[in-house]
């Protein structure tokens, strides 16, 4: 296996991930770029050229993760890193408060949990045998303080980060790392808030923090200092004055 300076980046063709594409190729790193739509991807081909390989790949189905693992494989190729961001966010995680939704949990914990630890998976024992890998996950503040209508995405979120933090200790001393970055309010097509939201970050300015994390020894981060303390205060308040605070 040839060594490269080569990255992995789920949802690559818009928001986080494209921002972390183009930052890890500033950076003279090859990325491969996983997305499902294939438009896009060709898009961003153009403008990054060769350094962007783009893989169309539906991350909520195990067999689809697999065939684009082993088409990367057959080009002699193995990332060191490998930015697990794909994730389902926006209107598509807003819940019914008069009806609790069992498929709606189903859906999004297929993508934002089973959707990352399948790469875990597949990957695990290449990486081990190519010099090594970091895994990062993106989490989310609402990992911290789930909101309301928001229950099975700020589960998703929690399960994935304390999977992330397990795996960080289960591997400790080998040559895997686990990370876990916990993202606040971030400009994209899967913001979406009844209001402004503070400190809200453009998707440019997140995907650099997320590069010079992962190229850091740091196992977590939590960027949005006003979000790192808002939130665990929100979760500690009764609730009556937390939904008072959240104009509910």
Same mark, same amino acid.
């Given at each position: 296996?040839?060594?490269?300076?080569?990255?992995?980046?789920?949802?690559?063709?818009?928001?986080?991930?494209?921002?972390?594409?183009?930052?890890?190729?500033?950076?003279?790193? *090859?990325?491969?770029? *996983?997305?499902?739509?294939?438009?896009?991807?060709? %898009?961003?081909?153009?403008?990054?050229?060769?350094?962007?390989?783009?893989?169309?790949? #539906?991350?909520?189905?195990?067999?689809? *993760?697999?065939?684009?693992? %082993?088409?990367?494989?057959?080009?002699?190729?193995?990332?060191?890193?490998?930015?697990? &961001? @794909?994730?389902?966010?926006?209107?598509?995680? *807003?819940?019914? $408060?008069?009806?609790? #939704?069992?498929?709606?949990?189903?859906?999004?914990? %297929?993508?934002? !949990?089973?959707?990352?630890?399948?790469?875990?998976?597949?990957?695990?024992? $290449? @990486?081990?045998?190519?010099?090594?890998?970091?895994?990062?996950?993106? +989490?989310?503040?609402?990992?911290?303080?789930?909101?309301?209508?928001? +229950?099975? !995405?700020?589960?998703?979120?929690?399960?994935?980060?304390? @999977?992330?933090?397990?795996?960080?200790?289960?591997?400790?001393?080998? &040559?895997?790392?686990?990370?876990?970055?916990? $993202?606040?309010?971030? #400009?994209? @097509?899967?913001?979406?808030? +009844?209001? %402004?939201? $503070?400190?809200?970050?453009?998707?440019?300015?997140?995907?650099?923090?997320?590069? #010079?994390?992962?190229?850091?020894?740091?196992?977590?981060?939590?960027?949005?200092?006003?979000?790192?303390?808002?939130?665990?205060?929100?979760?500690?308040?009764?609730?009556? !004055?937390?939904?008072?605070?959240?104009?509910?």
């Amino acid at each position: 296996m040839v060594n490269k300076k080569v990255a992995l980046v789920t949802g690559a063709s818009s928001g986080i991930g494209e921002a972390i594409s183009r930052e890890l190729i500033k950076r003279g790193w *090859i990325v491969i770029g *996983i997305a499902r739509s294939s438009d896009k991807l060709s %898009q961003l081909k153009e403008k990054l050229k060769n350094a962007f390989i783009p893989i169309v790949c #539906d991350v909520s189905k195990k067999e689809v *993760i697999e065939e684009a693992s %082993q088409k990367i494989l057959s080009q002699q190729l193995s990332p060191s890193l490998f930015f697990l &961001n @794909a994730g389902t966010a926006g209107e598509a995680v *807003i819940e019914n $408060p008069n009806r609790f #939704d069992l498929k709606i949990h189903e859906k999004i914990m %297929q993508v934002n !949990y089973f959707g990352v630890l399948a790469w875990v998976e597949f990957w695990e024992k $290449p @990486a081990q045998e190519n010099g090594g890998a970091n895994f990062i996950a993106t +989490s989310s503040v609402n990992a911290i303080f789930a909101p309301p209508t928001g +229950s099975a !995405y700020s589960a998703s979120k929690a399960a994935i980060a304390k @999977a992330f933090e397990s795996l960080a200790l289960t591997y400790f001393g080998t &040559n895997l790392r686990f990370s876990v970055v916990y $993202p606040g309010p971030v #400009d994209t @097509a899967g913001l979406k808030a +009844s209001r %402004q939201l $503070p400190f809200t970050w453009t998707a440019e300015k997140m995907g650099k923090c997320m590069v #010079d994390f992962a190229l850091s020894h740091k196992s977590s981060c939590e960027p949005f200092f006003f979000y790192k303390v808002v939130t665990r205060f929100l979760r500690a308040l009764p609730a009556k !004055y937390t939904m008072k605070l959240l104009g509910k």
